[in-house]
């Protein structure tokens, strides 16, 4: 007896590409010092206030099965959130509470692609993408945006890639992870047009628009003509510190909301309430609070500019949202992944390699900024001294 063919080849080549994020924490675990600046977990727990809602609630009784649309006061926050961050007009019908972000891009692209169908996705892309396509028996095809364009989708390279494979969707994700990127109103004008021409849907992982550093966040969703063939992914894990409360939504056309409702109802059958009073009680906390759990990443990617100044051998598309940096260490003379598991194991700072994140970044590491500031500047510190040390080991 053996897997179905699906889940045997949801990894494509049977590697997710975080093998060296493993290794390092099977080094904490065996009692090593070492720096994390892998995943996206905030250094911060979430706000008391909000596990004291979450707290009480559970203990009140709200443990039993919950709507599986969502409770309709949390739908409709939801929706004045929307309205408040991107001035999208949506209403309850619209929304769609799911267990997380990453479920609702499975849900997503569920609903919009057949067994066989294209779905084009950008690269460097966030490590879940193409198994989230192969997981619906979709066919991922990856679309490289450039360093050298900002890491800005180009809307002809899209229309090549939806023309030469009949794509059926584009998944994009504004802030970026993992470049930091923030995509431009003419990155976005451009992919609504290859959209509406070649009859895409677009799946917008948006779960860091409360994280922008540079510029404004602008959803495709707002866009002329875009509504019907948009899916908003949202998600509280990044805006409000709640990573493990998997609590998250997705933004469509009223009709297919419907229909992806029926297949939450046949796989997670909804959030548990308690956890639903909690994102209830964030979400009306307003932009303050998103505020506050967002300025550590600006200060670190502030600090990370200022000892970037002082150097000449690695070289950086600045982050314009998002709690990532993206670091060219091709001036050392060595791949990404060569100088992450180096960097490991002399300096035991664990950073991810920008091939875990497609072929547009090999020559990549990302930087994840989630020390508090001290340990975060001393981290710096010490990878960019490693990577001058590299250079004159070659000179």
Avoid at 248 to 265: C, E, Q, R, S
Avoid at 278 to 283: D, E, P, S
Avoid at 284 to 310: H, K, Y
Avoid at 369 to 374: A, I, K, P, Y
């Amino acid at each position: 007896m053996r897997a179905s063919e699906r889940l045997r080849g949801l990894n494509g080549d049977g590697d997710d590409g975080w093998g060296l994020f493993y290794r390092a924490r099977q080094m904490v675990a065996a009692g090593e010092k070492v720096l994390e600046l892998t995943i996206g977990e905030h250094d911060i727990p979430t706000e008391q206030s909000i596990l004291d809602v979450l707290h009480r609630a559970a203990s009140s009784g709200d443990t039993g099965y919950a709507p599986v649309p969502g409770m309709d006061a949390l739908r409709d926050a939801v929706v004045a959130r929307a309205a408040r961050v991107t001035g999208a007009q949506i209403v309850r019908e619209n929304v769609l509470i799911t267990p997380g972000g990453q479920a609702g891009l499975f849900s997503a692209h569920a609903a919009v692609l057949d067994p066989g169908d294209v779905g084009l996705h950008i690269d460097p892309f966030y490590a879940t993408y193409p198994g989230t396509i192969r997981g619906v028996s979709g066919v991922p095809v990856a679309v490289e945006a450039r360093a050298s364009d900002g890491f800005q989708p180009k809307a002809e390279d899209l229309d090549q890639a939806a023309a030469s494979h009949k794509a059926r969707s584009l998944l994009i994700n504004t802030p970026n992870n993992p470049t930091g990127a923030v995509y431009s109103e003419q990155t976005l004008q451009g992919i609504a047009e290859v959209a509406q021409a070649r009859d895409l849907w677009v799946i917008s992982d948006e779960v860091y628009d409360s994280q922008i550093w540079h510029g404004r966040h602008l959803s495709p969703l707002t866009l002329p003509g875009m509504a019907e063939r948009t899916l908003v992914i949202g998600s509280m894990s990044k805006s409000h510190a709640m990573t493990g409360s998997r609590l998250g939504w997705v933004i469509g056309p009223a009709d297919l909301i419907a229909a992806m409702i029926d297949l939450a109802t046949t796989t997670t059958y909804g959030v548990p309430g308690y956890i639903q009073q909690a994102g209830l009680f964030g979400l009306g906390q307003g932009a303050e609070i998103e505020a506050r759990v967002g300025a550590p990443f600006q200060r670190r990617r502030n600090l990370m500019m200022r000892l970037l100044d002082g150097q000449n051998v690695l070289s950086v598309v600045p982050a314009d949202g998002a709690m990532y940096v993206m670091l060219d260490v091709s001036g050392t003379g060595l791949s990404g992944a060569d100088f992450a598991e180096r960097l490991l194991d002399e300096e035991g700072i664990a950073v991810m390699p920008g091939a875990s994140f497609g072929a547009a970044a090999r020559s990549h590491i990302r930087v994840a900024m989630t020390l508090e500031d001290q340990a975060f500047e001393d981290a710096m510190g010490r990878l960019i001294a490693f990577a001058t040390a590299q250079v004159h080991a070659t000179a």
